[in-house]
């Protein structure tokens, strides 16, 4: 039987692909290029290839591939790049879905007739997924725009490239309906005037269509064209037409989502027979369009511009009340969406009550119930309140009763509150990230999810849009797509669940709780508040979310071999060769942190808190800017240098940083930051609502985690870290002093306890933090100013910088360009220069216990060189050492510490515990060795899976600390392994999981 549907499925689909079309997702992406965006390569993202070289197949044609992660097409400076490239593209799909792959070329000679075309992928057996079912898009960079706020996708064609272009390419295959199961093979060709050369590419095709996801998806959309004559601001772009919402909706169709929320909704009359009724003549266009196009979701409207319409109108004619009016326009509104068969309607009274602006709790408080009365059920909720130890958050959602509950940031008190009480969970405005679509939704149970935002315009402050409309169609950014593919994880999740009811339908119970297990492990890691899920969306990468994909995908495989399913026939093919190979890299590299984004962090001993800055050394931040997206809005929205200088002006904030034995030492200066005599704070030590004030906020990231700490300190001194849904603050010392300067400058300095941190001491010479000095400055032009310029938001942790855990004084009187690495047990080294002394010392360098190591003769008047060589003894504990100047007599002039670290001589963490064979499998090991004797050293590494036994080449580290390990998988068995690393007679193992390849036979 299983073979009869197999040559039915072949013949038909021969048939398909006989006469096949581009498929709709393709045949609306324009093939022009919108004049805004460049055609040629702006190469901002040198860094690439870092720690790659050509090999000898790419010398001859001229360019070098690798593929990337999508999130990644616009990072600049790659610094922790593999050098084991993946030279190939490897995927999987199922029947009705569609998947991107993100790959980039650098050019390595001028080339002319430059081309790049994907060619058809085949089965082996006949069948085929036609070259119109994929396509190749170019990523253009959003730092190199000004119009658009996101990175574009425009036609890959170039007519000449240089060298040194680095060309980033987005693969995208559209596998149809009742496609026959197996691995399809093909290649991508690119030519030149040197000839031709391929890029391999293979995809799995699995037995089985996705379905149609069951949710609601989509953008908020101002809702109004033009506002002439109607005393409101326009919010829409202005080339934004009715004429465009076809094009709009028919792209949001192929690309999964199905409902805009509509913004800024203008009040509107029409003249009949003299009198003026009520009127949805724009609202109609939006619904039509979605009628025209096929969305199935709801339309989503926002009531507020006509509840504060009805206020204005019973000021002047009292005679009915504003609640009166405002029914009576819901009621219109409903009875004309029923008469003309519009789309489901869903309305809000208005949009983040939780805000501390008291218009909207008015609105909010006024017009909750009026909207109830009249909207039948249709009426829903969104708010941004909710979040761990707010002291004022209010679920309002549960409270009020509403059946649809729209949160930005959830909480599991009120996420189970939801739930118990039979509420439809929404999620909005969690990012442009494919988890905010797809594996967030999974975490919250929601059936929703709709993000801020699409063609919706100020003039300074923010500028979303990404897509531009041409007479063949949309020329579309990388949040589509990353949505799409958030989508289709969604979609995958729906059809597992699928099986799990049928299952449980047939009494299977312990088979289908199995298969839930599955569903919980991809999705309960994920933080579901605001900022913690908007940190994990910015760190996670692609590879990562596939991965969890593709365990769903595998248990529905799973799924269909138990009884009664339909097992879909192994796909024969040879396995791919198992080639260990192994790269290590060290991850506090320092030529790779950009001298712009990287402190030096000098020891500060005995700090004492006054107020006022420590300002020794090269330790500080400079003057914080505005987030990149208010310099792109305000370049675009300037004629001139000098009118964009003054839209990007901001109130001069700079942060410097020490640190001592106790903990680290934050110090600021922010213009306009001294609070008024009479002002008091909202917001007291601890509350998570800190940000609301004026305020400083820190962001730190350890070297290992996932998660990061954010300290918020207020200009009245209240301060609260959060970290890992957790807040603290008791143990944080705050100092201020106010009117430092003219400008109403407030001096602050902070004391963080290493304990917050979740360490007994401090770090240790050399450790590098992501960190970033962030300030909200409410009430003026650009409040939102950081150190490491993020895009959007505070917590794009890729976008952060450095600091750098000297070890050594800011400052000294004596001691002068003291150099040395880390040290660790084994050979170490420590040179430098005596300033002139006016009388005779000595130089004595001593370990914890007092004890002489290495002593010279300092004489007096000339500077004074020396070098010191030294044995560290292995397995001792955590100590200081110092650098000690004394005179002759033994009298202590002056000390330089060098904090040493010993322990454990190799820890190994791995960053991925489940990968799919094929992957590279990322590792930090850190290393307790000595510069000096690392290369004594060579780094074992095996992998033992029962009698399966896998010995990788040996390698080499570079140096002590913290660095990267990167281990092929390709051609590995699955199975749960044990990987042990070795050096000389120190061992570490680590277990890890190995998932079928994504095309192999299995």
Same mark, same amino acid.
């Given at each position: 039987?299983?073979?009869?549907?197999?040559?039915?499925?072949?013949?038909?689909?021969?048939?398909?692909?006989?006469?096949?079309?581009?498929?709709?997702?393709?045949?609306?992406?324009?093939?022009?290029?919108?004049?805004?965006?460049?055609?040629?390569?702006?190469?901002?993202?040198?860094?690439?290839?870092?720690?790659?070289?050509?090999?000898?197949?790419?010398?001859?044609?001229?360019?070098?591939?690798?593929?990337?992660?999508?999130?990644?097409?616009?990072?600049?400076?790659?610094?922790?790049?593999?050098?084991?490239?993946?030279?190939?593209?490897?995927?999987?799909?199922?029947?009705?879905?569609?998947?991107?792959?993100?790959?980039?070329?650098?050019?390595?000679?001028?080339?002319?007739?430059?081309?790049?075309?994907?060619?058809?992928?085949?089965?082996?057996?006949?069948?085929?997924?036609?070259?119109?079912?994929?396509?190749?898009?170019?990523?253009?960079?959003?730092?190199?725009?000004?119009?658009?706020?996101?990175?574009?996708?425009?036609?890959?064609?170039?007519?000449?490239?240089?060298?040194?272009?680095?060309?980033?390419?987005?693969?995208?295959?559209?596998?149809?309906?009742?496609?026959?199961?197996?691995?399809?093979?093909?290649?991508?060709?690119?030519?030149?005037?040197?000839?031709?050369?391929?890029?391999?590419?293979?995809?799995?095709?699995?037995?089985?269509?996705?379905?149609?996801?069951?949710?609601?998806?989509?953008?908020?959309?101002?809702?109004?064209?033009?506002?002439?004559?109607?005393?409101?601001?326009?919010?829409?772009?202005?080339?934004?037409?009715?004429?465009?919402?076809?094009?709009?909706?028919?792209?949001?169709?192929?690309?999964?989502?199905?409902?805009?929320?509509?913004?800024?909704?203008?009040?509107?009359?029409?003249?009949?027979?003299?009198?003026?009724?009520?009127?949805?003549?724009?609202?109609?266009?939006?619904?039509?369009?979605?009628?025209?196009?096929?969305?199935?979701?709801?339309?989503?409207?926002?009531?507020?511009?006509?509840?504060?319409?009805?206020?204005?109108?019973?000021?002047?004619?009292?005679?009915?009340?504003?609640?009166?009016?405002?029914?009576?326009?819901?009621?219109?509104?409903?009875?004309?969406?029923?008469?003309?068969?519009?789309?489901?309607?869903?309305?809000?009274?208005?949009?983040?009550?939780?805000?501390?602006?008291?218009?909207?709790?008015?609105?909010?408080?006024?017009?909750?119930?009026?909207?109830?009365?009249?909207?039948?059920?249709?009426?829903?909720?969104?708010?941004?309140?909710?979040?761990?130890?707010?002291?004022?958050?209010?679920?309002?959602?549960?409270?009020?009763?509403?059946?649809?509950?729209?949160?930005?940031?959830?909480?599991?008190?009120?996420?189970?509150?939801?739930?118990?009480?039979?509420?439809?969970?929404?999620?909005?405005?969690?990012?442009?990230?494919?988890?905010?679509?797809?594996?967030?939704?999974?975490?919250?149970?929601?059936?929703?999810?709709?993000?801020?935002?699409?063609?919706?315009?100020?003039?300074?402050?923010?500028?979303?849009?990404?897509?531009?409309?041409?007479?063949?169609?949309?020329?579309?950014?990388?949040?589509?797509?990353?949505?799409?593919?958030?989508?289709?994880?969604?979609?995958?999740?729906?059809?597992?669940?699928?099986?799990?009811?049928?299952?449980?339908?047939?009494?299977?119970?312990?088979?289908?709780?199995?298969?839930?297990?599955?569903?919980?492990?991809?999705?309960?890691?994920?933080?579901?508040?605001?900022?913690?899920?908007?940190?994990? +969306? &910015? =760190?996670?990468?692609? #590879?990562? *979310?596939?991965?969890?994909?593709?365990?769903? $995908?595998? @248990?529905?495989?799973?799924?269909?071999?138990?009884?009664?399913?339909?097992?879909?026939?192994?796909?024969?093919?040879?396995?791919?060769?198992?080639?260990?190979?192994?790269?290590?890299?060290?991850?506090?590299?320092?030529?790779?942190?950009?001298?712009?984004?990287?402190?030096?962090?000098?020891?500060?001993?005995?700090?004492?808190?006054?107020?006022?800055?420590?300002?020794?050394?090269?330790?500080?931040?400079?003057?914080?800017?505005?987030?990149?997206?208010?310099?792109? +809005? &305000? =370049?675009?929205?300037? #004629?001139? *240098?000098?009118?964009?200088?003054?839209?990007? $002006?901001? @109130?001069?904030?700079?942060?410097?940083?020490?640190?001592?034995?106790?903990?680290?030492?934050?110090?600021?200066?922010?213009?306009?930051?001294?609070?008024?005599?009479?002002?008091?704070?909202?917001?007291?030590?601890?509350?998570?609502?800190?940000?609301?004030?004026?305020?400083?906020?820190?962001?730190?990231?350890?070297?290992?985690?996932?998660?990061?700490?954010?300290?918020?300190?207020?200009?009245?001194?209240?301060?609260?870290?959060?970290?890992?849904?957790?807040?603290?603050?008791?143990?944080?010392?705050?100092?201020?002093?106010?009117?430092?300067?003219?400008?109403?400058?407030? @001096?602050?300095?902070?004391?963080?306890?290493?304990?917050?941190?979740?360490?007994?001491?401090?770090?240790?010479?050399?450790?590098?933090?992501?960190?970033?000095?962030?300030?909200?400055?409410?009430?003026?032009?650009?409040?939102?100013?950081?150190?490491?310029?993020?895009?959007?938001?505070?917590?794009?942790?890729?976008?952060?910088?450095?600091?750098?855990?000297?070890?050594?004084?800011?400052?000294?009187?004596?001691?002068?360009?003291?150099?040395?690495?880390?040290?660790?047990?084994?050979?170490?080294?420590?040179?430098?220069?005596?300033?002139?002394?006016?009388?005779?010392?000595?130089?004595?360098?001593?370990?914890?216990?007092?004890?002489?190591?290495?002593?010279?003769?300092?004489?007096?008047?000339?500077?004074?060189?020396?070098?010191?060589?030294?044995?560290?003894?292995?397995?001792?504990?955590?100590?200081?050492?110092?650098?000690?100047?004394?005179?002759?007599?033994?009298?202590?002039?002056?000390?330089?510490?060098?904090?040493?670290?010993?322990?454990?001589?190799?820890?190994?963490?791995?960053?991925?515990?489940?990968?799919?064979?094929?992957?590279?499998?990322?590792?930090?090991?850190?290393?307790?060795?000595?510069?000096?004797?690392?290369?004594?050293?060579?780094?074992?590494?095996?992998?033992?899976?029962?009698?399966?036994?896998?010995?990788?080449?040996?390698?080499?580290?570079?140096?002590?600390?913290?660095?990267?390990?990167?281990?092929?998988?390709?051609?590995?068995?699955?199975?749960?392994?044990?990987?042990?690393?070795?050096?000389?007679?120190?061992?570490?193992?680590?277990?890890?999981?190995?998932?079928?390849?994504?095309?192999?036979?299995?």
């Amino acid at each position: 039987m299983h073979s009869k549907r197999n040559l039915f499925f072949s013949a038909l689909f021969a048939v398909m692909t006989a006469t096949a079309a581009q498929p709709p997702e393709f045949e609306i992406m324009s093939k022009e290029v919108p004049a805004e965006i460049p055609k040629t390569p702006v190469n901002d993202a040198k860094g690439f290839f870092l720690h790659s070289q050509p090999d000898a197949s790419e010398e001859k044609p001229g360019w070098m591939f690798g593929r990337i992660g999508t999130e990644c097409t616009g990072i600049p400076e790659n610094k922790y790049e593999s050098p084991l490239r993946e030279k190939r593209l490897d995927h999987f799909a199922a029947g009705g879905q569609y998947v991107t792959m993100a790959f980039v070329v650098q050019i390595l000679k001028d080339q002319k007739k430059w081309s790049i075309t994907p060619e058809e992928l085949t089965n082996g057996s006949g069948q085929k997924i036609p070259a119109d079912h994929i396509k190749l898009r170019r990523i253009i960079s959003k730092r190199t725009l000004q119009t658009y706020s996101q990175d574009m996708l425009i036609p890959p064609d170039l007519e000449n490239v240089r060298k040194g272009d680095i060309l980033h390419y987005l693969y995208l295959a559209s596998v149809p309906c009742g496609t026959v199961p197996g691995i399809y093979r093909g290649n991508i060709r690119i030519s030149n005037d040197a000839g031709t050369a391929e890029i391999p590419v293979s995809l799995r095709i699995f037995g089985y269509d996705l379905p149609k996801a069951e949710g609601v998806f989509g953008t908020y959309v101002a809702g109004h064209f033009d506002t002439t004559g109607t005393g409101y601001k326009r919010f829409s772009p202005e080339k934004f037409s009715p004429e465009q919402l076809d094009p709009l909706f028919r792209f949001w169709k192929t690309r999964g989502l199905n409902s805009p929320t509509l913004t800024h909704l203008l009040p509107e009359y029409k003249n009949v027979n003299g009198k003026k009724q009520i009127s949805f003549k724009t609202v109609r266009l939006f619904a039509d369009a979605m009628k025209r196009a096929g969305l199935e979701g709801p339309l989503c409207l926002d009531s507020r511009f006509w509840a504060w319409h009805e206020e204005a109108l019973e000021k002047a004619a009292p005679d009915k009340s504003a609640e009166e009016r405002f029914k009576e326009r819901i009621k219109t509104l409903i009875q004309t969406a029923e008469q003309e068969k519009w789309p489901a309607l869903k309305i809000f009274p208005e949009e983040e009550v939780g805000n501390p602006d008291n218009t909207k709790k008015r609105t909010y408080t006024r017009f909750r119930k009026p909207l109830r009365e009249a909207a039948g059920g249709r009426d829903y909720i969104i708010d941004n309140d909710i979040g761990y130890n707010r002291t004022d958050a209010v679920d309002r959602g549960n409270t009020d009763n509403f059946p649809v509950i729209q949160y930005n940031s959830w909480e599991d008190k009120a996420l189970d509150t939801a739930h118990k009480n039979h509420r439809e969970v929404w999620a909005y405005n969690y990012g442009f990230h494919r988890a905010s679509f797809g594996f967030l939704l999974t975490r919250l149970g929601a059936t929703g999810n709709h993000q801020w935002a699409e063609m919706w315009i100020t003039d300074t402050k923010h500028y979303w849009q990404t897509l531009a409309f041409l007479q063949d169609g949309v020329c579309s950014g990388m949040n589509y797509e990353w949505m799409q593919e958030g989508i289709s994880d969604y979609r995958y999740v729906q059809r597992l669940r699928e099986k799990i009811t049928r299952l449980r339908h047939a009494g299977k119970n312990n088979e289908a709780q199995k298969l839930e297990e599955v569903i919980r492990q991809v999705s309960a890691d994920i933080p579901i508040t605001s900022a913690e899920a908007g940190g994990w +969306n &910015a =760190r996670t990468k692609e #590879s990562e *979310l596939n991965r969890r994909r593709w365990q769903v $995908a595998l @248990a529905i495989q799973e799924a269909e071999r138990l009884p009664g399913g339909k097992a879909e026939k192994k796909a024969s093919r040879s396995p791919d060769q198992l080639k260990p190979e192994i790269a290590t890299l060290p991850a506090k590299t320092e030529p790779f942190q950009s001298a712009d984004n990287s402190i030096a962090l000098p020891i500060l001993e005995n700090p004492k808190l006054d107020g006022m800055p420590d300002l020794r050394g090269k330790n500080t931040t400079g003057a914080l800017r505005v987030r990149v997206s208010d310099e792109v +809005n &305000a =370049r675009a929205y300037s #004629s001139s *240098l000098e009118e964009f200088q003054k839209r990007i $002006a901001c @109130a001069w904030t700079a942060v410097w940083l020490t640190y001592s034995q106790e903990g680290l030492l934050i110090s600021s200066i922010g213009n306009f930051g001294t609070p008024s005599p009479k002002a008091k704070p909202r917001y007291e030590d601890g509350d998570g609502n800190l940000w609301r004030e004026i305020c400083m906020e820190y962001f730190f990231q350890k070297p290992g985690d996932k998660g990061f700490y954010q300290l918020i300190v207020s200009n009245f001194d209240k301060k609260v870290m959060l970290a890992n849904g957790k807040t603290s603050f008791q143990s944080i010392q705050v100092c201020s002093k106010p009117n430092v300067n003219p400008a109403a400058g407030l @001096a602050q300095e902070v004391l963080i306890p290493w304990s917050e941190f979740g360490l007994d001491r401090m770090p240790e010479a050399g450790t590098v933090w992501k960190f970033n000095a962030c300030r909200e400055l409410h009430g003026y032009r650009n409040p939102l100013m950081s150190w490491g310029r993020v895009m959007t938001g505070f917590a794009e942790s890729d976008r952060w910088g450095t600091i750098v855990f000297t070890g050594q004084p800011g400052t000294s009187a004596v001691f002068d360009k003291i150099a040395f690495d880390a040290l660790y047990p084994g050979k170490n080294t420590i040179s430098g220069t005596l300033k002139a002394l006016k009388q005779a010392g000595i130089l004595m360098l001593t370990d914890a216990k007092g004890t002489v190591v290495c002593k010279k003769d300092i004489p007096a008047g000339n500077p004074e060189n020396f070098t010191f060589q030294f044995d560290i003894p292995g397995e001792v504990p955590p100590e200081t050492w110092r650098l000690k100047l004394t005179d002759t007599t033994g009298k202590e002039l002056e000390r330089f510490l060098l904090p040493m670290e010993s322990g454990k001589p190799l820890s190994v963490m791995t960053e991925s515990p489940v990968v799919a064979a094929g992957e590279l499998l990322p590792f930090r090991a850190l290393v307790r060795i000595s510069n000096a004797s690392i290369r004594n050293y060579p780094l074992e590494v095996t992998a033992q899976s029962g009698k399966n036994r896998i010995i990788y080449p040996k390698a080499g580290f570079l140096r002590g600390g913290d660095n990267h390990v990167w281990l092929t998988t390709r051609g590995m068995k699955p199975g749960k392994y044990e990987f042990e690393f070795r050096l000389g007679k120190h061992s570490e193992k680590v277990p890890v999981e190995i998932l079928p390849s994504f095309t192999d036979g299995e």
